[in-house]
């Protein structure tokens, strides 16, 4: 009895207040997710003069909002004992961000385990799942702004892979809660070891690998055991955690960024599989793609051509599916859209909405030019038509060169449309603009399934400082390629192949940068401008 006795009275010691506050309805919270190990579920003393709850902040229980008052960590899914949760970085982080706007209400979800290494949050962990499951029903009462975390004493001595799993987690978080610029600040250990400084200088680079994150540095901190940090090192820390999502806060106002989606390569038929080409099963892979895509403010979504594999009827389900898009879809002609009967081809600009083959249009300072691959084809063309004569003649000549891309199911680009690229590429190096092209073929690398005139494209275009970068379809393995003038050669994923139950991508539009955001297989990157 006596035991039982003591075990209340702690508890009673460790929340002088919270213990008997009242659950508030709350709404239109700023809500920030606070997750990691032991030092962000806190191992501090709570003093005196941090014990009462902090003004206009609350924290999440699971079911309701109370005053947030230490221990944070009391109401997490994942924590060890009570009193094991005291002063986390939490506690300044809140106290800080609620004086940098005081006219808003913030919430506080609090999830963090001692003792966790970073692969027992990555996803399809039970950590994942909770933090998850938690922050959706926080953001019941509001928005969900930013993610704090501090982790890595357990991963020390592998180093070397922690940015990749953090990049990976991040990715994760942001995809799950369909936030994809979500402000994300690690915080780094305790310098108190020496085999710590390998992971601290690793955690240096993530805000220059994955967008929109921050680092909460810990130089001048100490500890209290050589491992978690003591009262006034939390607290410093925690704001420099505010410090770190209120920068990346203003930066996003500042931001005059866009995305938009891109898809590649469904090539649909109704036929059995060959290979790795499953042909009817890409249209699942589409069903599930559409949500992701939707889950963004999308100014427009391009497929990269192969809409279908064969047969004019095959357009009618994929194009069913996309209709499911919120964004509008800009459709590249590609090689396979034309394996039709050649009474049919005339048809299929006009079925997926792109007559000519080839437009351009602008969104801010960024130029965005839809390049028909197909315009001198063997394959995009009747037998006996001029734009099929040409391509013969141009596959001869190459052939002859000892070319490795003459082959009836590359295409190329014409005379006119040529001069028509040119005239784009000028005008907008004229008025300071970037141009992103977009076509079925690359032009790069020389791999056998690049444009037919690649060279002559190049010579053309590939050395203005407006021409940033080539997206395109065609090659199913993907592939990216910078040139010698800077400007990048991205060839994505074909979704026909695919082995991930989603496929695409998210690109973001910044003023010196495209990020890719890959959905599913389709890797993550920053295309920085020339």
């Not at 987690?169 to 400084?197: C, E, H, M, W, Y």
């Not at 379809?473 to 990048?488: C, I, K, L, V």
């Amino acid at each position: 009895m006596f035991v039982l006795i003591k075990k209340f009275l702690l508890l009673v010691l460790l929340l002088p207040t919270t213990f008997f506050l009242q659950a508030q309805e709350i709404d239109s919270l700023d809500i920030y997710l606070a997750i990691g190990q032991s030092n962000m579920a806190g191992r501090a003393d709570i003093l005196a003069d941090l014990e009462a709850p902090v003004e206009s902040v609350y924290l999440f229980t699971g079911k309701e909002w109370l005053p947030a008052a230490n221990p944070l960590n009391l109401y997490s899914t994942v924590r060890k004992v009570v009193s094991m949760q005291r002063l986390s970085p939490a506690y300044g982080f809140a106290r800080k961000m609620q004086n940098y706007n005081q006219d808003r209400k913030i919430g506080l979800v609090v999830n963090a385990k001692g003792g966790s290494v970073i692969d027992e949050w990555l996803p399809g962990t039970l950590f994942f799942s909770e933090i998850i499951d938690r922050a959706r029903l926080a953001a019941e009462s509001g928005k969900i702004k930013g993610i704090i975390w501090h982790q890595g004493e357990g991963d020390v001595k592998e180093a070397d892979q922690y940015l990749g799993k953090i990049s990976h987690l991040i990715t994760a978080l942001r995809d799950s809660l369909q936030l994809p610029g979500l402000p994300f600040v690690a915080g780094q250990l305790s310098n108190d070891k020496s085999n710590r400084k390998a992971l601290n200088d690793t955690l240096l680079n993530l805000p220059k690998v994955v967008p929109y994150t921050g680092l909460a540095l810990s130089f001048g901190t100490t500890t209290f055991d050589s491992t978690h940090f003591d009262s006034p090192s939390q607290v410093l820390l925690g704001e420099r955690y505010a410090d770190q999502m209120i920068q990346l806060m203003e930066e996003k106002k500042k931001r005059k960024s866009f995305s938009f989606g891109v898809l590649s390569d469904i090539q649909y038929a109704d036929v059995e599989t060959v290979g790795k080409r499953n042909y009817r099963g890409a249209l699942e892979t589409l069903r599930r793609t559409i949500p992701y895509l939707n889950a963004y403010d999308l100014k427009f979504t391009v497929h990269l051509g192969d809409l279908i594999d064969r047969d004019f009827e095959s357009f009618e389900a994929p194009l069913s599916i996309l209709e499911e898009s919120n964004a509008p879809i800009h459709y590249v002609w590609g090689n396979h859209d034309f394996s039709v009967l050649d009474s049919l081809k005339q048809k299929v600009g006009n079925k997926i909405g792109n007559e000519k083959g080839y437009h351009s249009f602008e969104i801010g300072d960024v130029v965005f030019m839809m390049v028909n691959g197909m315009d001198i084809s063997v394959g995009g063309h009747q037998e006996g038509s001029i734009q099929h004569d040409e391509a013969l003649k141009m596959m001869q000549i190459l052939e002859a060169e000892g070319a490795n891309n003459v082959k009836p199911w590359n295409g190329g680009v014409g005379k006119e449309q040529l001069e028509w690229m040119e005239a784009v590429v000028n005008k907008a190096e004229e008025e300071g603009k970037r141009v992103v092209a977009f076509c079925h073929y690359p032009l790069l690398p020389e791999n056998g399934l690049h444009l037919l005139n690649h060279k002559e494209v190049l010579e053309s275009i590939g050395n203005s400082p407006a021409m940033v970068a080539w997206l395109s379809g065609h090659h199913h393995a993907g592939n990216y390629y910078m040139d010698e003038n800077g400007m990048h050669h991205l060839t994505f994923l074909g979704m026909v192949e695919a082995e991930s139950p989603a496929l695409g991508a998210i690109v973001t539009v910044e003023k010196d940068k495209l990020i890719i955001h890959g959905i599913g297989d389709e890797e993550d990157r920053i295309l920085n401008f020339r």
